[in-house]
Nanobody, 127 residues
Framework: QLQLVESGGGLVQPGGSLRLSCAAS????????IGWFRQAPGKEREGVSC????????YYADSVKGRFTISRDNAKNTVYLQMNSLKPEDTAIYYCAAYRTTIQTICSRSRGLYDDWGQGTQVTVSS
């Protein structure tokens, strides 16, 4: 079974940056599209970004477009989320998730497609 472990969260001031990592074990990430989701207190979990198997296609929610960048290093079995210009409204628990697919060039925004989830990492943006 694929296991995902997020790291890199923490407390940062508005305007600051963090890089989240999602390290996989159990299977190679070559077979999976990967997504980042977040959940703030009292709110539903929402999609932030995703990346296709090939890494050639990405998606970003409007709220993070231009500030966040998703990338993957299949050799290291790791996916990253670089978060710049952070805002207090970015405060949430961030989860990475994966689903196995044969399609190289698409990643899904649909939470229901993702079968494997990490435990989450807390990101707090506050002065």
């Amino acid at each position: 079974q694929l296991q995902l472990v997020e790291s890199g969260g923490g407390l940062v001031q508005p305007g600051g940056s963090l890089r989240l990592s999602c390290a996989a074990s159990g299977f190679t990430l070559d077979y999976y599209a990967i997504g980042w989701f977040r959940q703030a207190p009292g709110k539903e979990r929402e999609g932030v970004s995703c990346i296709s198997k090939s890494g050639g296609s990405t998606y970003y929610a409007d709220s993070v477009k231009g500030r966040f960048t998703i990338s993957r290093d299949n050799a290291k079995n790791t996916v990253y989320l670089q978060m710049n210009s952070l805002k207090p409204e970015d405060t949430a628990i961030y989860y990475c998730a994966a689903y196995r697919t044969t399609i190289q060039t698409i990643c899904s925004r649909s939470r229901g497609l993702y079968d494997d989830w990490g435990q989450g990492t807390q990101v707090t943006v506050s002065s």
